[in-house]
């Protein structure tokens, strides 16, 4: 008799437990293992073309590298002055040639070259004279050599002083010049420097003696007769 009571008292407290388990199916809060997860899918993105910041060159390409001078490449190709700008040599062809004795200094005279031409021209160390058919070339005074080549723009002019003979009359072999010639010299000393010239001489003409001696070519007629 009491056993029966007994199942009698379990039996409406089991049914409460059963509803209580089918309520809690249907509402989804059943506990799940927690060692078994859902696979996760995921869906690859294709690479997106990127464009880099401004300043910064794609790997791969090649950067140009300033110059660090600032100054830009010049890849034009060079060309040499215009043929009007080179110098030439001095000679009879582009000048006027003068001589003309002085007062002052005594026994001296004065070579005047004006450039003639349309370009500069340089008049290299110092004139050859030659008076008559003289058999020998006056000497130049060393001390008169200027330190660089005396150059002439069109219409300038150089100049050249001329000893003609020793003022105390020491020299020898003295005598009257009808003629002068004037020769040139090219780059380097006694070379031909093209064209000579022939300037008049006074209609009485010119005395010299053994001591005919010229200065190099000047720039100024005062430096060509300090000497």
């Not at 794609?58 to 100054?71: K, N, Y």
């Not at 009359?169 to 093209?194: E, R």
Request: hydrophobic fraction near 30%; aromatic fraction near 6%; glycine fraction near 8%.
């Amino acid at each position: 008799m009491r056993m029966r009571r007994t199942s009698r008292l379990f039996a409406p407290a089991i049914a409460a437990l059963a509803a209580l388990s089918l309520t809690a199916c249907e509402d989804g809060t059943d506990t799940k293992d927690e060692g078994t997860s859902a696979p996760t899918s995921s869906t690859a993105t294709p690479d997106k073309p990127t464009t880099p910041p401004a300043g910064e060159t794609p790997a791969g390409q090649a950067t140009a590298t300033p110059r660090q001078d600032g100054a830009q490449e010049d890849n034009a190709p060079k060309t040499s002055a215009p043929a009007s700008e080179a110098r030439v040599p001095c000679n009879g062809s582009n000048t006027k040639v003068t001589a003309q004795p002085v007062p002052r200094p005594l026994n001296h005279m004065l070579i005047t070259v004006t450039n003639t031409g349309s370009r500069t021209c340089d008049l290299t160390y110092y004139p050859v004279l030659r008076f008559d058919e003289m058999q020998w070339v006056p000497q130049a005074a060393k001390e008169t050599q200027p330190q660089a080549v005396t150059t002439l723009a069109p219409g300038e002019s150089g100049y050249a002083g001329v000893l003609l003979a020793a003022a105390d009359g020491s020299g020898d072999g003295g005598t009257t010049a009808k003629k002068l010639t004037v020769a040139f010299q090219g780059s380097t000393p006694n070379s031909d420097g093209g064209a000579s010239a022939t300037p008049s001489l006074p209609a009485e003409g010119v005395y010299y003696d053994s001591s005919l001696t010229v200065t190099y070519w000047q720039q100024s007629s005062e430096d060509a007769l300090a000497w």
